[in-house]
C-alpha cells in the first residue's frame, strides 16, 4: 500500500471513530443534554391509607443534569369502592331506604354478605372508615340466628368480647387498647339493635307482620343506632338501649295481644 492510499484509510478510520463516538454521546446523553430521563409505570390506585405508588427506572443518565428524581409515592383521596355497589342509598329520606331495602331481591354485592347500605356506615364521611363498616357489617351475616343467645354468643366471639372485664384488665390502662376496647363493646351493642331489625324482616318474610308494621320498628331501631353511635356519654348510651329494649318488647306484646 502506498503512501497516498495509507492516509486516506487513516483518514477513513479517523472519520468512522468519530462518527461513533459523537453517536454513543448523544444516545448516552452527553452532548447538549439538560436532565437525566427516567421512565415511570403508571401511578396505581389510591389505597385506603390515601397514598398512591408508582415505579421509575432511569434510563439516560446526563452528567450535567440537575433534575430531581420522579416522585415514586404521592399523597391521594381515597374514595370508597365497596359503597358504589350497594343498593338504597340514593334514596332520600331514612324510611324510604327501610322500604327500599325491604323490597330488594337481589344477590348481596360481590365480595359483600349485604347487599344495601348500612345506615350507620353512609353517616361517615371518612371514605377508609367506611369502608370498615361495610365489612364489618358483612363479616358478621352469618350470626344471626333464630336463637338470641347463639346470636349473642356469635357476636361477642367476632369482637372477642367474651370477657369484656378480663379485656379492659389487660389494657393496664393504656389509652389506645381501652378506645378499641369501647368501640367493640359500642359495635356490639348497635348490631344487637340490628338483630332486631332483622327479626322484624324475618317476621316480614315469614308474613307474621305487614310491611308498615316492619318498615315502623326498623325505622324506629335505624334512628336509635345513629343516636346510639352520636351519643357523647355512656348514660345516653344506656338510656338509648333501654328505650330500644322497651319498644321492642311492646312491638312483641302488641303481635301477641
Same mark, same amino acid.
Given at each position: 500500500?502506498?503512501? $497516498?492510499?495509507?492516509?486516506?484509510?487513516?483518514?477513513?478510520?479517523?472519520?468512522?471513530?468519530?462518527? #461513533? #463516538? *459523537?453517536?454513543?454521546?448523544?444516545?448516552?446523553?452527553?452532548?447538549?443534554?439538560?436532565?437525566?430521563?427516567?421512565?415511570?409505570?403508571?401511578?396505581?390506585?389510591?389505597?385506603?391509607?390515601?397514598?398512591?405508588?408508582?415505579?421509575?427506572?432511569? *434510563?439516560?443518565?446526563?452528567?450535567?443534569?440537575?433534575?430531581? *428524581?420522579?416522585?415514586?409515592?404521592?399523597?391521594?383521596?381515597?374514595?370508597?369502592?365497596?359503597?358504589?355497589?350497594?343498593?338504597?342509598?340514593?334514596?332520600?329520606?331514612?324510611?324510604?331506604?327501610?322500604?327500599?331495602?325491604?323490597?330488594?331481591?337481589?344477590?348481596?354485592?360481590?365480595?359483600? @354478605?349485604?347487599?344495601?347500605?348500612?345506615?350507620?356506615?353512609?353517616?361517615?364521611?371518612?371514605?377508609?372508615? $367506611?369502608?370498615?363498616? *361495610?365489612? $364489618?357489617?358483612?363479616?358478621?351475616? @352469618?350470626?344471626?340466628?333464630?336463637?338470641?343467645?347463639?346470636?349473642?354468643?356469635?357476636?361477642?366471639?367476632?369482637?372477642?368480647?367474651?370477657?369484656?372485664?378480663?379485656? !379492659?384488665?389487660?389494657?393496664?390502662? /393504656?389509652?389506645?387498647?381501652?378506645?378499641?376496647?369501647?368501640?367493640?363493646?359500642?359495635?356490639? #351493642? $348497635?348490631?344487637?339493635?340490628?338483630?332486631?331489625?332483622?327479626?322484624?324482616?324475618?317476621?316480614?318474610?315469614?308474613?307474621?307482620?305487614?310491611?308498615?308494621?316492619?318498615?315502623?320498628?326498623?325505622?324506629?331501631?335505624?334512628?336509635?343506632?345513629?343516636?346510639?353511635?352520636?351519643?357523647?356519654?355512656?348514660?345516653?348510651?344506656?338510656?338509648?338501649?333501654?328505650?330500644? !329494649?322497651?319498644?321492642?318488647?311492646?312491638?312483641? /306484646?302488641?303481635?301477641?295481644?
Amino acid at each position: 500500500m502506498n503512501k $497516498k492510499n495509507l492516509l486516506t484509510t487513516m483518514f477513513i478510520i479517523f472519520l468512522v471513530g468519530m462518527t #461513533a #463516538a *459523537i453517536v454513543y454521546a448523544v444516545e448516552q446523553g452527553e452532548e447538549g443534554c439538560t436532565e437525566d430521563i427516567y421512565e415511570c409505570t403508571e401511578w396505581s390506585a389510591c389505597s385506603p391509607e390515601g397514598s398512591q405508588t408508582r415505579t421509575c427506572e432511569l *434510563i439516560s443518565t446526563c452528567p450535567d443534569a440537575d433534575n430531581d *428524581i420522579p416522585l415514586e409515592l404521592m399523597d391521594c383521596s381515597y374514595e370508597s369502592t365497596l359503597s358504589e355497589s350497594l343498593e338504597c342509598q340514593d334514596q332520600g329520606t331514612l324510611r324510604q331506604r327501610v322500604e327500599c331495602r325491604l323490597n330488594l331481591d337481589k344477590s348481596p354485592a360481590q365480595g359483600l @354478605n349485604i347487599a344495601f347500605m348500612p345506615e350507620e356506615c353512609a353517616a361517615l364521611f371518612d371514605a377508609t372508615g $367506611k369502608d370498615a363498616c *361495610i365489612m $364489618k357489617y358483612s363479616d358478621i351475616q @352469618n350470626c344471626w340466628n333464630t336463637n338470641s343467645a347463639n346470636t349473642d354468643t356469635c357476636l361477642r366471639q367476632h369482637f372477642n368480647l367474651n370477657n369484656v372485664a378480663q379485656r !379492659k384488665t389487660q389494657c393496664n390502662n /393504656d389509652a389506645t387498647c381501652l378506645y378499641t376496647l369501647s368501640s367493640e363493646v359500642d359495635d356490639l #351493642a $348497635k348490631l344487637r339493635i340490628h338483630e332486631l331489625e332483622f327479626r322484624a324482616e324475618t317476621m316480614l318474610n315469614k308474613r307474621l307482620i305487614g310491611m308498615d308494621d316492619a318498615v315502623d320498628i326498623i325505622f324506629y331501631m335505624e334512628q336509635q343506632k345513629l343516636a346510639f353511635q352520636n351519643s357523647p356519654s355512656s348514660d345516653d348510651k344506656v338510656r338509648i338501649l333501654s328505650s330500644v !329494649k322497651n319498644k321492642w318488647e311492646n312491638f312483641i /306484646d302488641e303481635l301477641e295481644g
